[in-house]
């Protein structure tokens, strides 16, 4: 516009004052594009030292992942060197087992024999076989077929616990009336509750269970013997059987002292024998059997009650094995 004035204003100062707005507004411009070229040449310089900044950060994150790269497959073989010692222990392990195995069930077998002749010679003894016996000679005989009695139990408890933990026990199962059973153990066990004063007492279902009966009298008796043997003198041993849908239960409960709290976490370990023992005779065998047993049925044995009121032992079993 400017430019085009300058053909209609006549010559002298307009011309001239045209020309020189002409001139500032040409100067104005290009002041404003040189600002706008050094802008663009700076916002270039941060974009070229951003992406030097950016590039440097991705070789610092390459060389990173590399060395993890190399760290998890160092890690890995280590891991593998691991497993594969373990896996060797492992073995070892199983292979002590059955070593330790073997050497319990015939060191046991060993025992079992001679002291078997040991029990038989003193019962023969004891019935006169050999002649009359003073009344010491007899208190004497009596000892020896006690303790010889006693050890015979230990090295049968201690073969039973070879030969379940062996897993080489295979149940018979048949179809067994439960209160029959309990009446043959109490039977068994009679003699030694009688010692003591103490009643038994059986109560509640009679149901069949398809379990293998030899098991499972195992088991009964040596609930059994412990309520027996902890239960305070005149006192009720008793036997509850209840249904429990397809399962049954067996509760056995005594007026002992009860179990203390310290040895709940141990009771059903091997050899451990609690704070109630004490003074009883005993391998601490009999509960570990027992569990084992009545899992090898599908059931289990738990603790039932606190300390102080006795103790309440349940053997909990399926009544028809599982498929
Ligand atoms: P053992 O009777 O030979 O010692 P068990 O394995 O049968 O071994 O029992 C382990 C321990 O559990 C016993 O030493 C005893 O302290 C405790 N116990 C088991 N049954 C009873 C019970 N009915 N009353 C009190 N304590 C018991």
Redesign the pocket.
């Known amino acids: 516009m400017l430019a085009l004035a300058l053909l209609v204003v006549p010559a002298g100062w307009p011309q001239t004052g045209i020309v020189a707005a002409l001139l500032g507004v040409v100067v104005g411009q290009g002041m404003v594009n040189h600002r706008r070229t050094d802008e663009l040449i700076d916002g270039q310089h941060q974009l070229l030292e951003a992406t030097q900044r950016l590039h440097g950060q991705q070789l610092v994150i390459e060389q990173q992942n590399a060395s993890l790269a190399s760290q998890v497959e160092a890690r890995t073989v280590e891991l593998r060197d691991a497993n594969m010692h373990l896996a060797a222990a492992n073995l070892e392990l199983l292979e002590l087992d059955r070593f330790r195995s073997a050497m319990l069930s015939n060191a046991s077998h060993e025992l079992r024999t001679p002291l078997t002749g040991i029990l038989g010679s003193a019962q023969n003894l004891r019935d006169g076989v050999a002649g009359p016996l003073a009344a010491q000679q007899r208190e004497y005989v009596q000892m020896i077929e006690h303790d010889s009695g006693r050890l015979i139990r230990v090295v049968n408890?201690l073969l039973d616990a070879a030969r379940v933990e062996s897993g080489r026990v295979q149940l018979q199962r048949e179809p067994i009336a439960l209160h029959r059973l309990i009446d043959d153990v109490f039977g068994l066990l009679q003699p030694a509750a009688a010692q003591r004063g103490v009643a038994l007492q059986r109560r509640g279902d009679e149901p069949v269970v398809h379990a293998d009966a030899d098991k499972i009298r195992r088991v009964l008796i040596?609930?059994l013997?412990?309520?027996i043997?902890?239960?305070r003198p005149q006192g009720l041993v008793r036997v509850s059987v209840t249904n429990v849908g397809e399962a049954l239960s067996v509760a056995?409960e005594?007026q002992?002292?009860?179990?203390?709290a310290a040895?709940l976490p141990h009771?059903?370990e091997r050899f451990?024998?609690?704070?109630?023992?004490d003074g009883?005779?005993?391998?601490?065998?009999?509960?570990?059997?027992?569990r084992n047993l009545a899992r090898l049925h599908g059931g289990d044995i738990a603790l039932d009650g606190g300390s102080g009121r006795?103790?309440r032992?349940v053997l909990s079993l399926p009544r028809i094995a599982a498929a």
């Not at 009883?280 to 027992?290: E, F, H, K, N, R």
Request: a negative charge; proline letters at 5%.
């Open positions: 408890e040596n609930l013997d412990n309520a043997k902890f239960c056995v005594d002992g002292p009860g179990i203390d040895d009771l059903f451990y024998r609690g704070r109630s023992a009883t005779p005993g391998s601490g065998l009999g509960l570990a059997i027992a006795g103790s032992f």
